[in-house]
């Protein structure tokens, strides 16, 4: 494993007062660039007077000591790395799997390795790096770090690109049951809305009415919990980054759990009782399940369907609610 760079201590004098500090140190160090700066201050890398700051437009003021310490450099490749998963399928071509909500697919910033893409390259040995790309290989679609659910993985680069030609065309099946927030009129329907990055939150997504790419989601109300909180079956015809929750975040059904899209306490969630209401609020993640997935084999020609049951978090939720 890499060494760490020594920590880059500087002190701001009179003539620096005032100026953003992500300017500053990229001036001081004259060695990193400002978008660097910035990354390793909001990955928490910058201490100023011993506290972490992550706002690079914060002013410096004279005699604060800034202290930045970048990580150690990552590999160029995706380490291996022996993380269990389950397994619902497996031939020389392909593996489905199911993930578990917390694992992140493959590796970015802030999450270069204990991802999915770092078990499978133990799982599969030789045969799956360079298929599709060093930081993702076999990777044909991806769930969100905290949704569970069914994945398929391509082995070799045929299948990685029949199968991605699949997704493209929506000749795959997919469906998701989710948890969202109030009753939803008409009980079955369709979202539609183009998705694109939220122009007042780069970090999230949103229906927008320019620059975004289509999306179609349907739904199906499977059950009610005191028209406060929907278990629903949703299908997918198209796969945007964060789109169902996007779509039902949009139309005033936030999923339950939902870090991003939902930002303060539902009205729905008065119609719940203490314990249930309790619950619901305090669920960890986006309660939301990849629970089908179907598409033809890309090399037998074999229809393939596959079906797993939310994990054990979610299907407490929804007997604590439903039941």
């Not at 437009?57 to 998963?85: D, K, N, Y």
């Not at 999450?111 to 499978?120: C, K, M, P």
Request: charged share 25%; hydrophobic share 40%.
């Amino acid at each position: 494993m890499s060494e760490s760079p020594e920590p880059i201590e500087i002190v701001a004098g009179r003539e620096h007062d005032g100026v953003r500090t992500d300017r500053f140190l990229a001036e001081a160090t004259g060695s990193l660039s400002r978008s660097r700066v910035k990354g390793l201050m909001e990955a928490g890398h910058l201490l100023r007077d011993g506290e972490v700051l992550r706002t690079p437009s914060e002013p410096v003021r004279a005699g604060m000591r800034f202290t930045l310490a970048p990580p150690a450099p990552v590999p160029a490749q995706p380490q291996a790395q022996a993380i269990p998963f389950p397994i619902l399928f497996e031939d020389e071509y392909l593996l489905v799997l199911d993930k578990p909500a917390g694992l992140v697919v493959h590796p970015a910033p802030g999450n270069e390795d204990g991802t999915l893409v770092n078990a499978l390259l133990s799982h599969c040995g030789d045969s799956l790096p360079g298929i599709g790309g060093e930081k993702r290989p076999g990777i044909v679609h991806r769930l969100d770090k905290d949704t569970s659910g069914i994945m398929v993985v391509a082995k070799t680069e045929r299948s990685l690109a029949a199968l991605s030609e699949a997704f493209a065309a929506r000749t795959v099946e997919r469906s998701y049951l989710a948890l969202c927030w109030g009753m939803i009129t008409p009980s079955s329907g369709t979202f539609e809305g183009a998705i694109g990055r939220d122009p007042r939150d780069r970090k999230r997504m949103a229906v927008v009415e320019r620059g975004g790419k289509p999306a179609l989601s349907h739904y199906r109300t499977l059950a009610v919990a005191s028209g406060a909180v929907s278990l629903v079956e949703c299908r997918l015809a198209t796969g945007r980054t964060h789109q169902i929750r996007v779509h039902f975040s949009h139309a005033g059904h936030p999923l339950l759990g939902d870090p991003v899209y939902l930002r303060r306490i539902p009205a729905a969630a008065k119609l719940l009782s203490p314990a249930s209401k309790a619950a619901a609020l305090d669920f960890p993640r986006q309660a939301l399940h990849a629970a089908t997935l179907g598409f033809v084999h890309p090399e037998t020609g074999r229809a393939l369907r596959f079906e797993t049951e939310p994990p054990e978090d979610f299907a407490t939720l929804r007997r604590s609610l439903l039941e």
